[in-house]
C-alpha cells in the first residue's frame, strides 16, 4: 500500500531485507579492520546484538495499545519478539490508534511518529535520532566432525548432561578406547603405548571422580511466573553451602533408582535481565540436578528456587561452565 501510494512499482524482489543491507556495509568494513576476505558461507560466524532506544519506545507504545499480544512466555527473554510485534501492527486499526492517542494524552515521541507515519506515508522514511548501542558480539566457527568405522568402543566422561544442555569452559573431560578398530595407521609399540595411556587407572580414576567429589559451575536463564525487580533476587547472592535433598527426577526416574540424594549447592550469582527473567550462576557439587533445584520438579526437589522466591520458576538455558576436574593434562605446544 505504501508504494501504491506514491505511484512507486515495486516486486517483493526489489526490496532489500535491512539484514543483508547491513552485510553489504560491515563485510568492506571488517575486512579492511581484519586485513582478511569475507566470505558469507564461511564456517566462521561472528553474531552481533544491537539495542535502540527509539525502538524500544515505539514497542512500549504499541504494547498500551494492544496489552494482549505482549504476553511474557517463560520460553522468550523479551515480549518484543518480532511476531509479536508484527501481531500488533496487524491487529490494531488506524481509528482505534487515534482514538487511543486523543482518550490517553498520549502525544509522544513514538505517538507523534506512528501518526507521521499513518498518514503521511513518507519514503524514504525519516532518519532516526538515535544511534544502535552493541550489547554483545559472539564469535563461533562451525562444527568438527570426526567420522570412521568401529566395532566397539568404550567412552567415559567426567558426569553427563541433557541434550539441551551446553558444556563450556575447558570443556568436559573424557576418554575413548577403541576395541578392534577397522584400521589404524600405527605402528604396534604406539597401539601399546596409546592404550596404556587412556587405559591407566589412575589417570581415569581421577577423571571419574569429578562425578561426586568434584564440584561444577553452571549458567541458567531462569523464568518466573510473577514479576520481579532486583531486590527480589538479590538475597540468593548471599546463600552458601545450600544442603538441598532431592528425589531421583521424574524425568530419569525409568533408568535410575528411587533414592534421596544429598546436594550442596556452593554458591548463586544473580544477574537482573527483566521482570521474568534473571541469570542464576551456580557452582554446586556435581551430581545436582540443575533443572530440578530451578523448578522443584513437583516438590521432588526441596528446597529450590521457586520456593526460595515463593514463585512458580522454570529453566530456559543451562550451560555447563566449567567441570572442575584438572584432568586430562595438558599437553606441551
Not at 126 to 144: D, F, M, Q, R, Y
Request: net charge neutral; proline share 5%; charged share 25%.
Amino acid at each position: 500500500m505504501l508504494f501504491r501510494k506514491q505511484s512507486l512499482s515495486l516486486g517483493r524482489n526489489d526490496i532489500v531485507q535491512l539484514k543483508e543491507a547491513y552485510k553489504w556495509i560491515t563485510h568492506p568494513l571488517f575486512s579492511e579492520e581484519l586485513g582478511v576476505p569475507i566470505d558469507g558461507k564461511s564456517l566462521f560466524e561472528v553474531s552481533v546484538v544491537f539495542a535502540h532506544p527509539e525502538t524500544v519506545e515505539d514497542c512500549h507504545f504499541l504494547r498500551a495499545i494492544c496489552p494482549d499480544c505482549f504476553k511474557p512466555a517463560k520460553n522468550k527473554q523479551s515480549v518484543f519478539t518480532r511476531m509479536a510485534v508484527m501481531k500488533a501492527l496487524n491487529k490494531i486499526k488506524e481509528e482505534d490508534f487515534l482514538n487511543f492517542v486523543v482518550q490517553y494524552h498520549v502525544w509522544n515521541i513514538a505517538a507523534v511518529k506512528f501518526i507521521l507515519f499513518c498518514r503521511q506515508f513518507p519514503c524514504p522514511p525519516n532518519s532516526p535520532k538515535a544511534v544502535c548501542t552493541v550489547l554483545e558480539i559472539e564469535c563461533a566457527h562451525g562444527a568438527v566432525f570426526v567420522a570412521g568405522k568401529i566395532f566397539s568402543f568404550n567412552f567415559s566422561s567426567s558426569g553427563r548432561e541433557d541434550v539441551d544442555v551446553r558444556t563450556l569452559g575447558n570443556g568436559r573431560p573424557f576418554a575413548i578406547e577403541l576395541v578392534n578398530p577397522h584400521r589404524a595407521h600405527f605402528t604396534s609399540q604406539e597401539i601399546k603405548e596409546l592404550q596404556q595411556k587412556i587405559n591407566n587407572s589412575e589417570a581415569i580414576g581421577h577423571m571419574k571422580e569429578g562425578e561426586e567429589e568434584k564440584t561444577k559451575t553452571y549458567s541458567a536463564l531462569i523464568w518466573t511466573n510473577k514479576a520481579i525487580q532486583r531486590k527480589d533476587i538479590e538475597f540468593l547472592d548471599d546463600i552458601k553451602d545450600l544442603k538441598i535433598d532431592q528425589k531421583t527426577p521424574l524425568r530419569v526416574l525409568h533408568r535410575r533408582p528411587l533414592a534421596v540424594r544429598t546436594r550442596i549447592i556452593h554458591s548463586m550469582e544473580t544477574h537482573y535481565v527483566d521482570e521474568h527473567h534473571f541469570r542464576l550462576y551456580l557452582k554446586t557439587q556435581a551430581g545436582t540436578y540443575i533443572k530440578e533445584f530451578v523448578h522443584g520438579d513437583f516438590g521432588r526437589t526441596r528446597p529450590n528456587i521457586g520456593s526460595l522466591m515463593d514463585v512458580t520458576a522454570d529453566i530456559l538455558e543451562l550451560d555447563v561452565e566449567s567441570v572442575d576436574v584438572d584432568w586430562p593434562p595438558a599437553l606441551d605446544d
